[in-house]
């Protein structure tokens, strides 16, 4: 044990740092208070250090960011996710700044993004005709399959994404408004269904999501079993 010269407290040898194979003479916690009181009394100096050190040593600091991402990713993605689904004006404003800014990468961007769309659905599987497209699109007319609002224009969604492996095919493809589907995008669809409540009872002459699902899943079997 030794005494800590600062608060005075009897700590453990592994409490205080090593200066020249020695422990220091206060313990880490007084330490890390005497460091923290000293930067903000003048951060300036150390936050100088720190952005030459980034221009002396850019490989280091790629390896340092890599290393962290790879530790933090996925609490990084989910407040991500959250500041995202919160501020939806923002982040339109914020990618449409960057397009206005940068028009022929956002240009190459999206050409790229949607190959590699293409490339994963055809990887995935694609089985349905355009007469089955055709059929699910119009079962709930002009209404979101979702948040059951009437819209101009539908579109269709891979209940499972594609990026987690949804394939092409009646029993994952849900019709939905536009706006439904971006904001669903790539999230688990379970997550969806609970972030917005669409499991909810509807009333008579109603059915859920994963029940049209169900329906138009064996519906095309028995066509095709018929044919």
């Known amino acids: 044990m030794k005494s800590c010269r600062k608060c005075h407290e009897q700590k453990p040898a592994d409490g205080f740092y090593l200066i020249r194979g020695k422990p220091s003479y206060q313990c880490k916690e007084c330490q890390k208070a005497y460091v923290k009181g000293r930067y903000l009394a003048n951060p300036d100096p150390v936050k100088d250090r720190a952005k030459q050190w980034e221009i002396d040593n850019p490989e280091r600091l790629k390896a340092r960011k890599a290393e962290y991402y790879a530790r933090t990713s996925d609490a990084a993605k989910s407040r991500a996710r959250k500041w995202s689904e919160s501020n939806p004006e923002k982040r339109v404003a914020i990618r449409a700044s960057w397009v206005d800014r940068n028009p022929d990468l956002a240009k190459f961007s999206k050409k790229l993004s949607g190959g590699r769309r293409r490339k994963k659905i055809k990887e995935n599987g694609v089985n349905i005709t355009h007469e089955q497209l055709d059929a699910i699109m119009s079962l709930f007319g002009d209404t979101c399959a979702y948040c059951w609002k009437l819209v101009d224009e539908m579109t269709i969604d ?53 029940q049209f699902l169900e329906i138009s899943r064996q519906v095309f079997i028995k066509c095709e079993e018929a044919a």
């Open 158 to 210: 891979h209940f499972v994404p594609v990026a987690a492996g949804g394939k092409t095919e009646p029993g994952n493809l849900v019709p939905c408004c536009r706006s439904c589907n971006s904001k669903k995008s790539d999230m688990p669809p379970e997550d969806w269904m609970r972030k917005i409540g669409a499991e909810d009872v509807r009333g008579d002459g109603y059915f859920t999501v994963h």
